[in-house]
């Protein structure tokens, strides 16, 4: 039996977060008109952060019913994006969408009644494993991936490890952080193990130094 959200729970969830997808990199409207003048169109979705049923993604066993059918489990999605953390649950783990999730209802409601700038509009706002990665990569240079049975794979910075061992989620977030940077085109794939910062992105982290100077020392 699925625990499935009501349509209360879709609706109050939408509009949350202004009926944007959730995702920090697609921001995309969810919800308009139709050619029709009185239709309208929903591409958005009220998706399960831990699965409605045991064969689903991230599903949890230590929560109830009504907690998994309640909104603080529901995340808004377009439904490309739906589409794309079920299919990579690993990937996609309970702490990144949580944390889009918190992320997107934080920025609907301090941009309630406010004209957004273009800025605002087309720059996704950097997590804080991303700026910690861009900002380290800038002063230390090469970032590597490594990978060892005990650990599993994480990222180094020259002598800096973001991983620890006794709470794996580190070593993913901070990987995620990285795949992230790579599709936002401020880090690519060098070779190997290897990546290294692009133009772009050593401009990001002398602009990220400068707004909070000494957050990184």
């Known amino acids: 039996m699925r625990d499935d959200f009501s349509e209360e729970i879709k609706k109050k969830v939408s509009f949350r977060v202004g009926c944007m997808c959730s995702n920090s990199d697609c921001k995309a409207i969810t919800s308009g008109p139709q050619i029709d003048s009185s239709g309208v169109l929903n591409v ?34 377009c439904q490309n994006c739906a589409k794309l953390v079920d299919n990579d649950p690993v990937r996609f783990t309970r702490d ?20 957004s700038t273009i800025s605002e509009r087309t720059e996704p706002t950097l997590y804080r494993e991303e700026v910690e990665i ?31 061992q006794k709470d794996p989620s580190i070593a993913a977030l901070y990987l995620d952080g990285l795949d992230s940077l790579c599709h936002r085109g401020l880090a690519k794939w060098q070779s ?21 100077p000494g957050s990184f020392s």
């Open 44 to 77: 958005g979705v009220a998706a399960h952060i831990s699965a409605a049923s045991p064969e689903g993604p991230r599903y949890d066993t230590s929560i109830t019913h009504e907690e998994r059918k309640g909104i603080e489990n529901a995340i808004w999605l």
């Open 192 to 212: 190997g193990i290897l990546y290294r910062l692009t133009g772009v992105g050593f401009q990001k982290a002398r602009a990220l130094r400068e707004e909070s």
């Open 96 to 115: 990144i969408l949580l944390k889009w999730k918190q992320e997107a209802e934080r920025n609907a409601l301090k941009n309630i009644g406010k004209t």
């Open 134 to 164: 861009l900002i380290t990569a800038a002063e230390r240079g090469m970032i590597y991936v490594l990978e060892t049975a005990q650990l599993g794979k994480w990222v180094r910075v020259e002598n800096k490890d973001f991983v620890n």
